[in-house]
T-cell receptor, first 110, second 116 residues
């Protein structure tokens, strides 16, 4: 099955700085790569996604880049704010299933 | 729309007891799934369904049963609870399976289960 690795597991950045989280995957046939944000006590919520035919996608302060050759993709958050503090999960879709990374706890330091 | 709803929010079971976690969605989504979330392990797929009457196993199906008699509901049954099933359980739904226009999964608020 698919194997997804996510790094780092924890990340602390100063407010206003950028944060980058990286994921690698194993199945070259995977075609959809979402990122989810989970706040305390809530279910994960999609923040951005990218399909395999696109290299980069941006939505305001959030961007995702995909390198299909190297089988890795990254989440970039610029101008971080206190409300960005949460746990972030990458996921990979293949064969009708989503496989999640183990999560990154992002803390924004005021 | 209420989105994806789950009941109960919290549950404590004794080893060997059975129970059903309820999940419902009002978005007419074809695809529904159950995940468990454990510290340091992300979300792991238990079972999923691509439509009414169709279910399949995910990564960690042992000890759990599902059925999908309607588009809206996807209950998860624990047959004989074990301490290893202590976890937070999330139900999710999305518009389509492979080949469709949107893969975005909408998650419910979760059920926190403790088995003693």
């Amino acid at each position: 099955g698919e194997n997804v690795e996510q790094h780092p597991s924890t990340l602390s950045v100063q407010e206003g700085d950028s944060a980058v989280i990286k994921c690698t995957y194993s199945d070259s046939a995977s075609n959809y790569f979402p990122w989810y944000k989970q706040e305390l006590g809530k279910g994960p919520q999609l923040i951005i996604d990218i399909r395999s035919n696109v290299g980069e996608k941006k939505d305001q302060r959030i961007a995702v880049t995909l390198n299909k050759t190297a089988k890795h993709f990254s989440l970039h958050i610029t101008e971080t704010q206190p409300e960005d503090s949460a746990v972030y999960f990458c996921a990979v879709r293949g064969n009708e299933k989503l496989t999640f990374g183990t999560g990154t706890r992002l803390t924004i330091i005021p | 729309n209420a989105g994806v709803t789950q009941t109960p929010k919290f549950q404590v079971l004794k080893t060997g007891q059975s129970m059903t976690l309820q999940c419902a969605q009002d978005m007419n989504h074809e695809y529904m799934s159950w995940y468990r979330q454990d510290p340091g392990m992300g979300l792991r797929l238990i079972h999923y369904s691509v439509g009414a009457g169709i279910t399949d196993q995910g990564e960690v199906p042992n000890g759990y049963n599902v059925s999908r008699s309607t588009t809206e509901d996807f209950p998860l049954r624990l047959l004989s609870a074990a301490p290893s099933q202590t976890s937070v359980y999330f139900c999710a739904s999305s518009y389509s399976r492979a080949g469709g226009s949107s893969y975005e999964q909408y998650f419910g608020p979760g059920t926190r289960l403790t088995v003693t």
